[in-house]
T-cell receptor
């Protein structure tokens, strides 16, 4: 089956620093990758959609300058949380869509900003 | 109005029981429907797609009512391992599409021995 990895699994950082999260499709090429965020007891919320080689499309209310997305290849997308603050602490999950448009989720990254 | 609404539960049911829960969606243009399962602090995993004709996978049965815009999930002969949060998910594009999914908050199910 299709496998999507995410690194790191969890990260604790200080307020004001930047954190990069990687999402990789290990055994298929992902034309589109998605980034979601989930706060405790809340639903997953789509943050942005990224297509390989083009700029990401952000959902309303998501700051593109704060959440930098790079989709440089068909197997890798990165999300950088810049100048992180405690309110950015959340569970960040990526998903990757293959050519059949099935979506496969990564294991998630738990970010805690102190 | 939320796009996908579910009763958050928790639903506490004894092992072996049958349990069902529904969700409603607000966008009538939604084309694809899914149930995902999410365990605590883990990523969601696809349980099953939901088709207009209804579909069954082992102990799980999903149904879609487009007229009323609701989706249901029935679990028969529940197992302890069924304890999880069940997420109702819709998509505007048929077949999953290269489009972001819209998730409900989830229904928390606890199967008791």
């Amino acid at each position: 089956g299709a496998v999507v990895s995410q690194h790191p699994s969890w990260v604790i950082c200080k307020s004001g620093t930047s954190v990069k999260i990687e999402c990789r499709s290990l055994d298929f090429q992902a034309t589109t990758m998605f980034w979601y965020r989930q706060f405790p007891k809340q639903s997953l919320m789509l943050m942005a959609t990224s297509n390989e080689g083009s700029k990401a499309t952000y959902e309303q209310g998501v700051e593109k300058d704060k959440f930098l997305i790079n989709h440089a290849s068909l197997t890798l997308s990165t999300l950088t949380v810049t100048s992180a603050h405690p309110e950015d602490s959340s569970f960040y999950i990526c998903s990757a869509a293959d050519r059949a448009y099935e979506q496969y989720f990564g294991p998630g990254t738990r970010l805690t900003v102190t | 109005r939320k796009e996908v609404e579910q009763d958050p539960g928790p639903f506490n049911v004894p092992e072996g029981a049958t349990v069902a829960f529904n969700c409603t969606y607000s966008n009538s243009a939604s084309q694809s429907f899914f149930w995902y399962r999410q365990d605590c602090r883990k990523e969601p995993k696809l349980l099953m797609s939901v088709y207009s004709s209804g579909n069954e996978d082992g102990r799980f049965t999903a149904q879609l009512n487009r007229a009323s815009q609701y989706i249901s999930l029935l679990i028969r002969d529940s197992k302890l391992s069924d304890s999880a949060t069940y997420l109702c998910v819709v998509n505007l594009i048929s077949g999953g599409g290269a489009d972001g999914l819209t998730f409900g908050k989830g229904t928390h199910l606890i199967i008791q021995p």
